[in-house]
T-cell receptor, first 108, second 113 residues
């Protein structure tokens, strides 16, 4: 099936550090998306990727669509306390599938 | 624009009861969908609709019904609630299936006892 494996499950980092998380699948996706969810709220789209090999930035966030179309990563540079939250990858082909999320904690 | 709204925010049901979770959007989006979010499992697609009068099943449709009589509204019905349906439910909409961003509602936290 179109399952997404997202890692790591959680991260505890110091403010100012860089963060990297990734998503892999045995299936090919046409679109990769990265969302952030704050407590008690719905996910908010951070970055959308539409082509294999695409590298896209949104401020301190950078994401890439893997060449094989089966993976994607998200980097956050120079983390700040408001980066705290759960980050989800999502792949879209016939429908949308989500990873289990990476819970990020940033210590000031 | 209010975006995507969901009601209620919290609900407790007894096993076997039925109820409808409401979702509305005021962005004239064609595509709407329902997800459930369980700890450690991310979001799973229940049902989706690509336009008024058209619905289809997602990854976990059993126990849920949907209808789309208008572009704005996409209610989710639980026919006979079970404890396994305890979850947080999110409604989302986007301009089109191939469109960029899905806008999520704030969620409904459902507990079935």
């Amino acid at each position: 099936g179109q399952q997404l494996n997202q890692s790591p499950q959680s991260m505890f980092i110091q403010e100012g550090e860089d963060v990297s998380m990734n998503c892999t699948s045995s299936s090919i996706f046409n679109t990769w998306l990265w969302y952030k969810q704050d407590p008690g709220e719905g996910p908010v789209l951070l970055i959308a990727l539409y082509k294999a090999g695409e590298l896209t930035s949104n401020g301190r966030l950078t994401a890439q669509f893997g060449i094989t179309r089966k993976d994607s990563f998200l980097n956050i540079s120079a983390s700040i306390p408001s980066d705290v939250g759960i980050y989800f990858c999502a792949g879209r082909k016939d429908d949308m599938r989500f990873g289990a999320g990476t819970r990020l904690t940033v210590k000031p | 624009n209010a975006g995507v709204t969901q009601t209620p925010k919290f609900q407790v049901l007894k096993t076997g009861q039925s109820m409808t979770l409401q979702c509305a959007q005021d962005m004239n989006h064609e595509y709407m969908s329902w997800y459930r979010q369980d700890p450690g499992m991310g979001l799973r697609l229940i049902h989706y609709s690509v336009g008024a009068g058209i619905t289809d099943q997602g990854e976990v449709p059993n126990g849920y019904n949907v209808s789309r009589s208008t572009t704005e509204d996409f209610p989710l019905r639980l026919l006979s609630a079970a404890p396994s349906q305890t979850s947080v439910y999110f409604c989302a909409s986007s301009y089109a299936w191939g469109g960029h961003e899905q806008y999520f509602g704030p969620g409904t936290r459902l507990t079935v006892t």
